[in-house]
């Protein structure tokens, strides 16, 4: 079943994924990305990742 998956700050609807999956995640509000697995809520207990790889 697909969840909407929401920001784990600001509960910005991001996208929709399946529960157990593996997401990556960009919160064009908080301007952060998330690394996580869906859970049966359809929240990520996610970890920022670093944004090592911004150009610029
Ligand atoms: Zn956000």
């Known amino acids: 079943m697909l969840k909407?998956?929401?920001?784990?700050?600001?509960?910005?609807?991001?996208?929709?994924?399946e529960i157990g999956?593996?997401?990556?995640?960009?919160?064009?509000k908080c301007k952060s990305t998330y690394e996580g697995i869906v859970d049966?809520?359809?929240s990520?207990?996610?970890l920022p990742l670093?944004?090592?790889q911004k150009v610029g």
């Open 44 to 46: 990520v207990h996610a």
């Open 4 to 17: 909407f998956i929401t920001c784990p700050q600001c509960g910005q609807k991001l996208c929709r994924a």
């Open 50 to 52: 670093a944004n090592d």
């Open 21 to 28: 999956s593996k997401v990556v995640i960009t919160c064009p």
């Open 40 to 42: 049966k809520d359809g």
